[in-house]
């Protein structure tokens, strides 16, 4: 399951943080788009980008010592690199490729423009404290369901480890080389044929099992009518979304965090998260989904927001159980 709330999961960054080296950027590169957008208040890019990489070696992602943060997606209008870094109060983007203007036009969304997290109000001194230290957290809106549908199958029921493999090698084998810069090695993730493409044998060496594999082929058959879901709202998004067998309210609320940016997508069906909450504010550690959500409650229109703002805090029960068993079908 979601293997950055395990507390002891050292490869999985709780909460979506992700370190941006401090520095500052050089030239744009050659062939880019350039856009220098000025938010309304503090963005950080570690917060705010953070949960859009999976695992420290994902081939989509990638923090550079200049303070830039770099991305490679499939956009509408086809592949593209986004590289961002911060002068100042300006943000500075630069993109690559064909969807390079697509990319920078929702830039602000990206950021958080859409997000509001004035109307956050904290209800425990732990929360409280957490939002105070945090006044760069924006919730990211990317636009995109599948980028975000597909390593999230690949995160079901299996340890974060097994899922980050997972999508380095299906990315890295089936995706392309990102258009920009080449020195980064990043690599934009294959179209909906592709992945339908993609042979039974070469899943299994990739340690997914069927019942992923089919599920990500049922989504990329629809991937037109998922992406519609980036423009519902989130009661709607996620019928559209569970509507492929195979997909289900952990799924669903985890896509639409990164794809829709709703402060109130609360993930449940974690094996982990209801117990992280649950001690942080109730010391509970065997909460339940249905004790996290009422305890969530007050949040109610924020309660992933809370979330969030809870697993960055860092208070989270000692291990009593066995590490989740790490297994590779690959090799069998």
């Known amino acids: 399951m979601a293997g950055r709330f395990d507390p ?11 370190d941006v080296p401090p520095g500052r950027a050089g030239a744009a590169g050659a062939g880019a788009v350039e856009r220098r957008w000025t938010p309304d208040g503090p963005v950080d890019l570690g917060l705010t980008l953070g949960p859009l990489r999976r695992g420290p070696a994902d081939p989509t992602f990638r923090t550079t010592p200049d303070g830039s943060v770099w991305r490679a997606t499939r956009t509408p209008d086809g592949p593209a690199t986004l590289r961002v870094s911060r002068t100042g109060t300006e943000i500075d983007a630069e993109a690559w490729g064909a969807g390079a203007a697509w990319l920078l036009d929702h830039l602000p969304a990206l950021l958080g423009a859409g997000d509001d997290p004035a109307v956050f109000v904290p209800r425990h001194r732990l929360v409280h404290a957490s939002h105070r230290r945090r006044p760069g957290l924006r919730l990211t809106r990317t636009g995109l ?7 999230t199958v690949l995160e079901q029921k299996v340890t974060a480890d097994e899922a980050y493999r997972a999508w380095r090698r299906l990315v890295r084998q089936y995706g392309e080389p990102a258009p920009g810069p080449h020195g980064l090695n990043l690599h934009v993730m294959p179209d909906p044929r592709t992945w339908a493409m993609i042979p039974s044998w070469d899943w299994h060496r990739a340690g997914v099992d069927a019942k992923r594999s089919d599920t990500i082929v049922r989504a990329v058959r629809v991937a037109n009518r998922l992406e519609e879901a980036a423009a519902m709202d989130l009661p709607e998004a996620a019928r559209r979304l569970e509507a492929v067998p195979g997909i289900g309210p952990w799924t669903s609320a985890e896509t639409l965090q990164r794809s829709n940016g709703h402060p109130d997508a609360v993930t449940t069906g974690d094996l982990h998260l209801p117990g992280i909450i649950g001690y942080a504010l109730a010391d509970d550690r065997d909460a339940d989904d249905a004790a996290m959500l009422e305890l969530l409650a007050p949040y109610a229109g924020q309660r992933h927001r809370a979330a969030r703002l809870i697993l960055l805090a860092g208070r989270t029960p000692p291990r009593r159980t066995p590490r989740m068993y790490r297994s590779d079908i690959g090799r069998l």
Do not use: D, W, Y
């Open 8 to 18: 002891l999961n050292r490869t999985a960054v709780r909460g979506g943080r992700t």
């Open 145 to 151: 369901v599948l980028e975000s549908l597909i390593p």
